[in-house]
């Protein structure tokens, strides 16, 4: 591992936890969260990682589906409203005929297109952010 190029990736609680993570890890230079929910619901005593985006210094990218209730898209259209208000680096894709869980290996919401799609546009954000020089975190 080379500790200057960290990232963070993670598919529903784990999308929530990127959200987070990118807030309150400075170390991070890349996040990704897939159709993670809950991001504006603090647990027990912590914030809730919507609470937390003026602290995101790493470029986040966020994919989902506008056929997902949790987020819903227009949870993650709030989302990336703050984003952008805050002035962070971000990308938001919500892939049209999708619902939750839609880059599972099997069943009945995976779409091959939309997975690879998907895919591609996460190790490009990756490769972006983490193979090259960083872009300037506004923060």
């Known amino acids: 591992v080379e500790g200057s190029r960290l990232g963070i990736m ?6 929530r936890a990127s959200y987070q993570m990118a807030a309150l890890r ?3 230079r890349a996040a990704v969260d897939l159709y993670g929910g809950d991001t504006r619901q603090g647990f027990g005593d ?11 210094t790493c470029p986040i990218l966020i994919l989902d589906g506008d056929q997902d209730q949790h987020p819903s898209p227009d949870e993650v259209r709030l989302i990336a409203a703050e984003l952008e208000r805050h002035g962070k680096v971000h990308e938001v894709h919500i892939y ?3 619902g939750h869980a839609f ?13 690879d799609d998907a895919w ?4 490009g954000w990756f490769e972006r952010y983490l193979v090259h020089e960083p872009a300037l975190a506004r923060g």
């Open 10 to 15: 993670g598919f529903c609680m784990g999308g």
């Open 26 to 28: 400075s170390d991070l």
């Open 46 to 56: 912590g914030p809730a990682p919507f609470d937390l985006t003026a602290k995101i």
């Open 96 to 98: 049209p005929g999708v």
């Open 103 to 115: 880059m599972s290996a099997q069943g009945p919401r995976r779409r091959a297109e939309v997975v």
């Open 120 to 123: 591609e546009r996460l190790l």
